[in-house]
């Protein structure tokens, strides 16, 4: 009976760091998103990401790089390359920031054009706070004007 006291420890410690590690395994597996644990986006941050889209816009036409907002496991996200997160960070941004400031503000946009409704936003695009809402209304020039001028770009 002494001899099966520590085999059975000894199992239990060996089940134990067995869960340990499966469990940080599976935390590192889980998907997060640009919008997970994010503010809401500030006035003066929509003003110097509304500055920088236009040139943004250019440089993924001209690289051929994609930049959208996805659904991934059944959460929005935003879908960008390596190479447009460098682009970014040169840019004196953050890139999960940086697109989440333009997931949010696009699905801000869909909402403000059918009143407000957040059953409007398609479902990969994020939630959006009402201070953001109210936000995307109050600077809807600037971010039409920052789309026009991606437009004249082409």
Same mark, same amino acid.
């Given at each position: 009976? =002494? =001899?099966? /006291?520590?085999?059975?420890?000894?199992?239990?410690? /060996?089940?134990?760091?067995?869960?340990?590690?499966?469990?940080? $395994?599976?935390?590192?597996?889980?998907?997060q998103s640009v919008y997970d644990k994010q503010p809401? /986006? $500030?006035e003066k941050e929509l003003l110097q990401f509304l500055d920088l889209l236009p040139q943004f816009r250019q440089? $993924?036409?001209?690289?051929?790089?994609?930049?959208?907002?996805?659904?991934? =496991?059944g959460k929005a996200d935003f879908l960008y390359s390596d =190479?447009?997160?460098?682009?970014?960070r040169e840019k004196g941004w953050d890139a999960r920031r940086f697109f989440c400031v333009m997931g949010r503000m696009a699905a801000a946009l869909v909402m403000a054009e059918e009143g407000g409704n957040s059953m409007a936003r398609p479902?990969?695009?994020?939630?959006?706070s009402k201070a953001e809402l109210e936000?995307?209304?109050?600077?809807?020039?600037?971010?039409?004007?920052?789309?026009?001028?991606?437009?004249?770009?082409?």
């Open positions: 009976m =002494k =001899k099966l /006291v520590p085999l059975g420890i000894l199992l239990v410690a /060996v089940l134990c760091c067995a869960s340990v590690s499966f469990s940080q $395994t599976a935390k590192a597996a889980a998907v809401d /986006v $500030t440089w $993924t036409r001209a690289e051929k790089e994609e930049a959208h907002p996805i659904l991934r =496991k =190479k447009a997160a460098q682009w970014v479902k990969d695009m994020p939630e959006v936000l995307a209304r109050k600077h809807l020039g600037s971010i039409l004007k920052a789309s026009l001028d991606n437009a004249q770009m082409q």
